[in-house]
């Protein structure tokens, strides 16, 4: 079955730097969009970037200037960098893609990983 399951969360000091890495599985033909996703205790899960198949990127405003996602086809992976954290930085980050599957990739759905918690704190 498709997975997607993240890595590289933890806990950082305000101002450090943390890479988070999301890696696809499974039966997978091709991927479109694929971005990262945050949801703070008691908010609305939110988007922190996205990129497409083709190297667009997407940010919010939180992380313009702060964060920057990449990406690897073939290896079926992004990596969000993510410097000068704050405390507000602090939550669940989610990675999401919408994957196609079949054999002309007919079939695509949109995917989420399990999370990984990201804590800002001193």
């Known amino acids: 079955q498709v997975q997607l399951v993240e890595s590289g969360g933890g806990l950082v000091q305000p101002g450090g730097s943390l890479r988070l890495s999301c890696v696809a599985s499974?039966?997978?033909?091709?991927?479109?969009?694929m971005g990262w996703y945050r949801q703070a205790p008691g908010k609305q899960r939110e988007l922190v970037a996205s990129?497409?198949?083709?190297?667009?990127?997407k940010y919010a405003n939180s992380a313009n200037g702060r964060s920057t996602i990449s990406r690897h086809n073939a290896e079926k992976t992004i990596w969000l960098e993510m410097n000068s954290l704050e405390p507000d930085d602090t939550a669940v980050y989610y990675c999401n893609a919408d994957i196609c599957s079949g054999i002309f990739a007919s079939t695509c759905e949109e995917r989420w990983g399990q999370g990984t918690q990201v804590t800002v704190s001193s």
């Open positions: 990129i497409t198949a083709g190297g667009r990127t």
């Open positions: 499974g039966p997978i033909s091709y991927i479109n969009t």
